[in-house]
């Protein structure tokens, strides 16, 4: 849960800029194990009741990245195991509100005569919910990998920290977004990258919003990689 000892210097944008800053190019740096790791998420999804506990696994992987320690593919085979049950109860439940929001936004959208007004009203509360509860996720995946093990304290707090970082949140899910539209342009991005870099993302974005509410997250080595280290990619002085 948030605590109210909040950090006077913490400002979202700036959090938000480190937070994609790293994991560009942390996604830079793993490059080929961030293409295996989404992967091998796409095969442990094939199975569909195991997808949610697939992206645990990729989120537990993501985390190590973000944390900056070393990782193989196996942190996410580990974090599919162990996060199985969890993740299974978050998909299972997102399948319920999806269905849901789909027969009550389709019934009250289509409501007729005086009723018509209030029914798209009413719809529209629904949807905004539904945006709501996506951008819990940016949260609820992270958390679990991090130790939270109760379903109704993993929701409750995914719920206040989206409401206590409205800005951040959002921006983050704005930042997925365009990766989304990105890896939908080059259109092999979708097969090779995408969850992998969401969970990445997300991961990042964790930890800057950690420094917020805590003291002891170590301070991350500065990145001083400009865009000319893609290109001149030996000139990098900030890795050794």
Not at 80 to 90: Q, S, T, W
Request: charged share 15%.
């Amino acid at each position: 849960m948030p605590s109210a000892n909040t950090h006077s210097s913490w400002r979202p944008q700036l959090a938000l800029y480190t937070a994609f800053k790293r994991f560009f190019w942390m996604t830079y740096d793993h490059i080929g194990l961030m293409i295996l790791a989404n992967l091998m998420w796409l095969v442990l999804s094939l199975g569909i009741v195991t997808a949610p506990a697939a992206t645990a696994g990729l989120a537990s992987l993501a985390a190590r990245i973000a944390a900056g320690e070393d990782v193989s593919v196996r942190d996410l085979l580990r974090g599919f195991r162990e996060h199985f049950i969890p993740a299974l109860k978050v998909g299972l439940f997102d399948l319920a509100v999806i269905v849901a929001l789909w027969v009550n936004v389709d019934f009250y959208s289509h409501l007729s005569g005086r009723a018509a007004i209030p029914g798209f009203l009413f719809a529209g509360l629904l949807i905004w919910g539904g945006a709501f509860w996506l951008l819990l996720h940016i949260h609820i995946y992270p958390l679990m990998v991090a130790g939270e093990r109760s379903f109704r304290r993993l929701l409750r707090t995914s719920a206040l920290l989206t409401l206590d970082n409205l800005s951040l949140t959002t921006g983050l899910a704005l930042q997925s977004l365009m990766l989304l539209m990105l890896c939908i342009l080059t259109g092999i991005g979708i097969i090779a990258l995408l969850s992998a870099m969401l969970s990445l993302l997300h991961a990042t974005g964790r930890r800057e919003l950690l420094r917020k509410y805590r003291d002891d997250i170590p301070e991350d080595v500065p990145e001083t990689r400009t865009w000319r280290h893609l290109w001149r990619p030996w000139e990098t002085s900030s890795r050794g």
